[in-house]
T-cell receptor, first 115, second 114 residues
Framework: AQTVTQSQPEMSVQEAETVTLSCTYDTSENNYYLFWYKQPPSRQMILVIRQEAYKQQNATENRFSVNFQKAAKSFSLKISDSQLGDTAMYFCVLLARGATNKLIFGTGTLLAVQP | KAGVTQTPRYLIKTRGQQVTLSCSPISGHRSVSWYQQTPGQGLQFLFEYFSETQRNKGNFPGRFSGRQFSNSRSEMNVSTLELGDSALYLC?????????????FGQGTRLTVV
């Protein structure tokens, strides 16, 4: 079975500061993808960043970067220079590579960026 | 380019009724997946369609069913509604079926069962 665990239900950060969201996962697959999605109050689920398991280099997208530790099955998201618009629920998501688009979601971390 | 469109946005149904939700994927996308989001259970996978074929099904009772049409639009149906079916239902579309392209989500249908 594949599982994703997010142990931080809520977090808060001051505007312009840096915050790290944690995620651990479990899968028996060797090839898989990991994602961070955000869901703001509008409910629109938006892809933040994606990591392919076979790539050792950590993914980066502007202010967002990940720390991917494959052996430890850990996948954390770092948000630099936090902005008010970053306030959202953040989901860590696992997808086994192959003939499927079935996403396995963690329980989410509600991030509040304070002015 | 139009995004994923889910209709209706909001629904209120009575226990025992049935409901049909619709999802129009991004033009050219052939894969559609459905998810149920509740405060208690989080986001759970319902089913996945590709080229009108159901490829995966989540652990939901048979009251939950779906289909995909030749234009890739998808519908999901829930029969004999229960209070616990109240949830946000999200649809995601992808270009291919192999997970190697981004999944785009609609804004969801909020179903309330009373």
């Amino acid at each position: 079975a594949q599982t994703v665990t997010q142990s931080q239900p809520e977090m808060s950060v001051q505007e312009a500061e840096t915050v790290t969201l944690s995620c651990t996962y479990d899968t028996s697959e060797n090839n898989y993808y990991l994602f961070w999605y955000k869901q703001p109050p509008s409910r629109q689920m938006i892809l933040v960043i994606r990591q392919e398991a076979y790539k050792q280099q950590n993914a980066t997208e502007n202010r967002f970067s990940v720390n991917f530790q494959k052996a430890a099955k850990s996948f954390s998201l770092k948000i630099s220079d936090s902005q008010l618009g970053d306030t959202a629920m953040y989901f860590c998501v696992l997808l086994a590579r192959g003939a499927t688009n079935k996403l396995i979601f963690g329980t989410g971390t509600l991030l509040a960026v304070q002015p | 380019k139009a995004g994923v469109t889910q209709t209706p946005r909001y629904l209120i149904k009575t226990r025992g009724q049935q409901v049909t939700l619709s999802c129009s994927p991004i033009s050219g996308h052939r894969s559609v997946s459905w998810y149920q989001q509740t405060p208690g259970q989080g986001l759970q996978f319902l089913f996945e369609y590709f080229s009108e074929t159901q490829r995966n099904k989540g652990n939901f009772p048979g009251r939950f069913s779906g289909r995909q049409f030749s234009n890739s639009r998808s519908e999901m149906n829930v029969s004999t509604l229960e209070l616990g079916d109240s949830a946000l239902y999200l649809c995601a579309s992808s270009l291919r079926d192999r997970g190697d392209t981004e999944a785009f989500f609609g804004q969801g249908t909020r179903l309330t069962v009373v």
